[in-house]
């Protein structure tokens, strides 16, 4: 029997790799909760895989960070396990895997950065937001922004125009050579330019 170490901590048994890419009628018997419904669906199945995958080697760099990314991906998992009580459990597990790699992926340089972009947001004090896109995934692409010494995994969002990355209480809004730029819960929007 496989055992396969789901990036939530909960080991689950397999009698062939191939329970995880649907076929699941008596491989996910045992399972229940979160663990039934990545283990019964092929699409979800696929997603934990490239999240185990990108979670082992994100802890393969994290160096002297790693205990922090452990304590991360803990606390990230007890907040995708909330999702069996959401409307849309399906859709929520997805979207919160889905980020998840993006992230670490994103943050441990896994895949190769797309593009890179500089803007000024004061002239006077030299407020520059830096931003680093990462193709990560068919799902979302990530990118992360930097500014006043902080960095911020972004995820790209449906806009009518340009492009529009947010995560929460962030958004940054590339168009016509601009980035309109919320930093911070209920903060006021800002305009920066490039140099």
């Known amino acids: 029997m496989q055992l396969l170490v789901l990036s939530l901590g909960i080991v689950l048994m397999f009698s062939s790799r191939t329970a995880l890419a649907g076929d699941t009628a008596a491989d996910c018997s045992a399972t229940q909760g979160l663990q ?17 995958d990108a979670f082992a080697s994100a802890q393969r760099k994290a160096g002297e960070g790693l205990a922090a990314l452990k304590s991360e991906q803990r606390t990230w998992s007890a907040t995708r396990e909330r999702c069996l009580s959401d409307a849309l459990p399906w859709e929520c597990v997805r979207d919160h895997t889905v980020r998840r790699t993006a992230a670490l992926q994103a943050r441990f340089r896994l895949v190769d950065a797309s593009g890179q972009a500089t803007f000024v947001c004061d002239s006077a004090t030299r407020d520059l937001l830096k931003l680093e896109f990462f193709p990560t995934g068919s799902f979302t692409e990530t990118a992360i922004a930097r500014r006043g010494g902080m960095d911020v995994v972004l995820w790209l969002a449906p806009s009518a125009s340009g492009s529009r990355y947010v995560a929460p209480g962030i958004q940054v809004w590339l168009a016509h050579g601009e980035a309109l730029v919320r930093w911070g819960k209920g903060s006021a929007q800002r305009v920066c330019r490039t140099p």
């Open 36 to 52: 039934a419904l990545v283990c019964g669906d092929p699409e979800l199945a696929d997603d934990e895989r490239m999240l185990v």
